[in-house]
């Protein structure tokens, strides 16, 4: 048994730590007991969360980790990682002036992907070009086919989060998307940026 704060090993049978005053864990690098004191902690801005169920810290969005506080030092309980809320849908609305709702009978994807960062870029390019867009959030009840020939609860069936411009929109945005400097593009296929015509263009203007 080991003390989770010191790290000292106990021989079988104690129970505390009576050094550092917390109940011993059986693995190190895999806390699964309930460590007397504990609580959540961001990381990043240090905010403590105490008996509330949290995953991500509501100031700013980090992932929050699990620690104890000892000797004024905070003690992790597990990895801290880097990893963020995904931002709301709605919240992404909000500033965007091209963002509009668009009907699913005439959306078309232009990037379904799981990287919300990237998802949000692919936004403001389009909103930046002046073309109407669309988020929606993944769905946990596909009703696409995949559903069937995967079966209900597959992950594979599960559709992620994505950006969907209008069906007149579609040349217009693949193309401003895919010859975007900045993202060296995650391979939209060609036969999707042959257009069926060349007038899509008049839509929007690089400034
Ligand atoms: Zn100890
Ligand atoms: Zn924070």
Same mark, same amino acid.
């Given at each position: 048994?080991?003390? %989770?704060?010191?790290?000292?090993? *106990?021989?079988?049978?104690?129970?505390?730590?009576?050094?550092?005053? !917390?109940?011993?864990?059986?693995?190190?690098?895999?806390?699964?007991?309930?460590?007397?004191?504990?609580?959540?902690?961001?990381?990043?801005?240090?905010?403590? *969360?105490?008996?509330?169920?949290?995953?991500?810290?509501?100031?700013?969005?980090?992932?929050?980790?699990?620690?104890?506080?000892?000797?004024?030092?905070?003690? *992790?309980?597990?990895?801290? !990682?880097?990893?963020?809320? %995904?931002?709301?849908?709605?919240?992404?609305?909000?500033?965007?002036?091209?963002?509009?709702?668009?009907?699913?009978?005439?959306?078309? !994807?232009?990037?379904?992907?799981?990287?919300? #960062?990237?998802?949000?870029?692919?936004?403001?390019?389009?909103?930046?070009?002046?073309?109407?867009?669309?988020?929606?959030?993944?769905?946990?009840? %596909?009703?696409?086919?995949?559903?069937?020939? *995967?079966?209900?609860?597959?992950?594979?069936?599960?559709?992620?989060?994505? !950006?969907?411009?209008?069906?007149?929109?579609?040349?217009? #945005?693949?193309?401003?998307? #895919?010859?975007?400097?900045?993202?060296?593009?995650?391979?939209?296929?060609?036969?999707?940026?042959?257009?069926?015509?060349?007038?899509?263009?008049?839509?929007?203007?690089?400034?």
């Amino acid at each position: 048994m080991f003390c %989770p704060i010191c790290k000292g090993e *106990f021989r079988e049978g104690f129970t505390e730590c009576t050094g550092c005053q !917390v109940n011993l864990v059986a693995n190190l690098d895999n806390i699964t007991e309930k460590i007397k004191g504990e609580f959540l902690l961001c990381h990043g801005c240090e905010r403590e *969360f105490h008996d509330i169920e949290l995953d991500h810290c509501p100031g700013c969005g980090l992932k929050l980790v699990r620690a104890v506080l000892h000797d004024d030092t905070y003690v *992790f309980l597990e990895e801290p !990682v880097m990893e963020f809320a %995904p931002e709301e849908p709605e919240g992404a609305c909000d500033h965007f002036d091209y963002f509009v709702d668009i009907d699913d009978a005439d959306a078309v !994807v232009v990037l379904e992907s799981e990287d919300l #960062a990237l998802l949000t870029r692919i936004q403001e390019i389009l909103n930046e070009a002046k073309i109407s867009f669309c988020f929606k959030p993944a769905e946990d009840t %596909p009703s696409t086919s995949l559903g069937s020939i *995967f079966g209900v609860g597959s992950p594979l069936a599960r559709s992620f989060p994505r !950006v969907v411009v209008q069906r007149a929109n579609e040349a217009a #945005a693949l193309n401003i998307i #895919a010859n975007h400097p900045e993202l060296d593009l995650f391979g939209v296929p060609e036969e999707l940026l042959e257009g069926e015509d060349d007038e899509s263009e008049e839509g929007y203007e690089e400034d």
